[in-house]
């Protein structure tokens, strides 16, 4: 059978030694995606190495890496399309690494916290109370609410690489799923904590996050609304000083 | 809430990339290209000078004008501010490029209505 050469990134901060590539010569299979790949090493050939996945169908999220210089679902990639190789795998860009491929994500969790990703009320209705939506109204947002959370474009994104404290193209599009959200009230709550120098504003609309993003999320799109509709506010409160928003 | 400037430059700069999109081609095609070429015949002065004695044409030639500026000089800052990681700088790049964009404008403003 065909085989192909893999080189992934080790770090075994146990060991003490220094990040490095290891190369490992596996079948290829037509069949196999990039997970399988990485399975088949773990399984057959060095149980030493780290990595995370969970559902290999795209939802979870969590088997993002960095495949010949690209974020992508590890998952959702064939290896084939890389033959006859080699394949050069790498943790997400942008992050600290914990062990081989296995990177650390709290920084993002903390993000995807400011951006407040749950639907406000100005006053709580009851528990019986249902809020109707229609169709139209859901597909306002729908495509935002597709996010699996798999930071690729974090991984992509060079403002995040270059300014750590900005909050970032999955959480920015995840404020927008709410804010257009029909059944939402905290547009001006969210408004307030993305309007700072971590925010919005920090976004060059370079679109990569947007280019690598498996589920067509589109934050690069999202985020250029929400400077839309930041911009309007501005100049509402400017004009209308007394009006409400103030 | 807090007032920031951001949102500010941020519509200067979207309107000006609007602005230098849309008519910008148009008008370099057309000065550039099509006259110096002489694809068409050349306008009549008289002709450009009546339009341009239009207050509503010099509007809008200032307003293409102007909005650029601000267009470049808002790309410009994140260019220096990030591109070259002068983030202690960043006070300075942004009054000298919308500072250069605002003398620019002044200066177009000059040519366009007082001259
Ligand atoms: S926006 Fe797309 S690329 Fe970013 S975390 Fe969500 S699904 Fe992944
Ligand atoms: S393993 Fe779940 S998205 Fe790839």
Redesign the interface.
Known sequence: METIEIEVFRYQPEKGSDPAFQTYEIPLNKDWVILDALNHIKDHIDGSLSFRWSCRMGVCGSCGMVVNGKPVLTCATFLEKFAPGPVRIEPLDNFPVVRDLVIEMSDFLDKLQKVKPWIIREEEGSTEEEYLQTPSQLADYKQYSMCINCMLCYSACP?YG??PGFTGPAALALAQRYNMDSRDQGN?DR??AL??DTGM?QC?FVGDCSAVCPKNVDPAGAIQRY??E??T???K?LLLPYGK?? | ?K??A???W??LF?AGGVMSAMFLPVLLLFFGFAVPFGWIDVPAYEGLRTLLDMFLVKLLLFAIVALSFFHWAHRFR?TLY?GL?LHRFSRTIAFLCYGIAILLSVFACYVMFVL
């Open positions: 403002v270059l300014e001006r408004m307030e309007s700072d504003w060059t400077k839309v930041g911009a506010h501005w100049w409160t928003d103030r | 809430m007032r920031r951001e949102p500010f941020w519509s979207g994140f990030e990681q």
